[in-house]
């Protein structure tokens, strides 16, 4: 059966396998994960911040010590960058200002004791870009509101939450803070993240999963992102080999078949001769008139 695919055709389809392959295997996640509470014993800090990279815990920060902790390979690298400086002061505003909107939305918590406020900030980068930003925050270990920093549209999750989400929507300045740790900070640090994610040898998948929380915010799982891979790559050695053969039968087709035509003209050539000079009874050169002998006897 012939093939019919342009070669210009398999390029472009082969350039798209290639862009999508990068896409899905350069996707990187960065989430900060707090707990806060609206008053602790001494000793023991009213702050704690966990920091993911692609779900894998590198870093810890309490406000009772204001230290940041390295863990892993990742955490020792980021903890040589100039960037850690910058992620421990941030980390501490971070939360500070955290506990002061606790402390505001307190009055319209159903709670007899101390509250909690369990915030994730969550960004997600692809092709260089940042792709996602949201925030999700759990009162009193509820899930209540999410935040889509990159459309700015608030979604209730608990209905006890709306007037809390009112309250934060009316107030531009707030907004405008989310939005800038998620899609500006969060993703700036990302980005320097990423560069020593790439060198790490192998990371450890930490026991606590910082995705589950986000749910369709978070990254692809890694094991759904190796079997895309592995589709995109058995599918472009597919259409590399169907490029290939179709390159041999056009070759074939432009050497093969005009040779045939040309021993086909020359073997027919060659018959015409030969009937020619075997057939011509009558040759033009010849004076004969009749050659064929006369019946009647006559001379």
């Known amino acids: 059966m012939p093939l019919t695919c342009r070669p210009v055709n398999l390029l472009l389809l082969l350039l798209l396998l290639l862009t999508a392959l990068e896409i899905m295997v350069g996707a990187h996640s960065l989430c900060f994960s707090f707990t ?22 590198f870093l810890q920060y309490d406000s009772d010590s ?7 390979f990742l955490g020792k690298k980021v903890n040589a960058t100039s960037t850690w400086g910058e992620l421990t002061q941030t980390l501490g505003e971070v939360g500070r200002d955290l506990r002061m909107l606790l ?58 939450a709306s007037k809390i989400k009112e309250t934060w929507k009316k107030d531009s300045g707030l907004e405008k803070y989310f939005r800038k740790l998620s899609v500006g900070d969060c993703n700036h640090w990302l980005r320097e993240f990423s560069e020593h994610w790439e060198a790490m040898p192998e990371p ?9 929380i986000h ?20 599918l472009m050695g597919i259409f590399l080999i169907i490029y290939i053969r179709w390159q041999k039968r056009r070759k074939i087709h432009l050497e093969v078949i005009p040779r045939r035509r040309r021993g086909a003209v020359h073997l027919w050539s060659s018959i015409a001769d030969s009937l020619g000079s075997h057939c011509s009874v009558f040759p033009e050169s010849s004076g004969v008139t009749n050659p064929l002998p006369r019946l009647d006897g006559a001379d």
């Not at 749910?215 to 058995?234: E, M, R």
Request: aromatic letters at 8%; charged letters at 15%.
């Open 103 to 160: 402390l505001d939305i307190k009055p319209q918590i159903k709670t007899s004791g101390p509250s909690t406020l369990q915030v994730e900030m969550f960004c997600q980068r692809k092709a260089e870009r940042c792709t996602g930003a949201s925030w999700q925050l759990a009162i009193n270990g509820e899930k209540s509101l999410i935040l889509d920093a990159m459309k700015m549209t608030w979604t209730v999750i608990n209905h006890e």
């Open 215 to 234: 749910g369709s915010y978070s990254s692809l799982p890694d094991t759904w992102i190796i079997l895309g891979a592995f589709i995109l790559l058995v």
């Open 204 to 212: 450890t998948v930490s026991p606590v999963n910082a995705s589950d």
């Open 66 to 72: 204001n230290m940041v902790k390295p863990l892993g």
């Open 36 to 57: 806060i509470k609206s008053w602790s014993r001494p000793g023991q800090p009213w702050c704690e911040a966990q920091v993911f990279m692609n779900k894998n815990l």
